[in-house]
């Protein structure tokens, strides 16, 4: 298993360190466009949801990300360092009362794009899962 990791202080200004850290991923394991697209995404989302919610901005905490290759998978862990949430009542964003509202898609998109996702550390964790054979 190849791992590669960064940690970045909680600034929306530092998603372009992630951004260039998923195109070293995609050199590094040599990612398909299409999954390297959902990737982007997704991972992208993650982030900014551990930026904004879980460190509530805070730029004196950090987010760490993490790239493991396995053998027919790629598995991205994003861990912030706030209190956690309730991943297991999120409303859904597609129910009518949900549709107008800014907020709420994050992890939706997070659940279509990637082939696996997992919550640990009640919330803080996020480790998502992409097919790559």
Known sequence: MKNISIEIPSLTENIRIVESFIDNAKEKYELTDDVYGNIMIAVIESVNNAILHGNQADKQKSVKLS??????????SITDQGVGFDYKNLPDPTAPENVQKIGGRGIFLMKNLADEIQFKD???TVELTFYID
């Not at 790239?67 to 991205?76: G, H, K, R, W």
């Open 67 to 76: 790239a493991a290759l396995l053998e027919e998978e790629i598995v991205f």
């Open 122 to 124: 009640e919330g803080r």
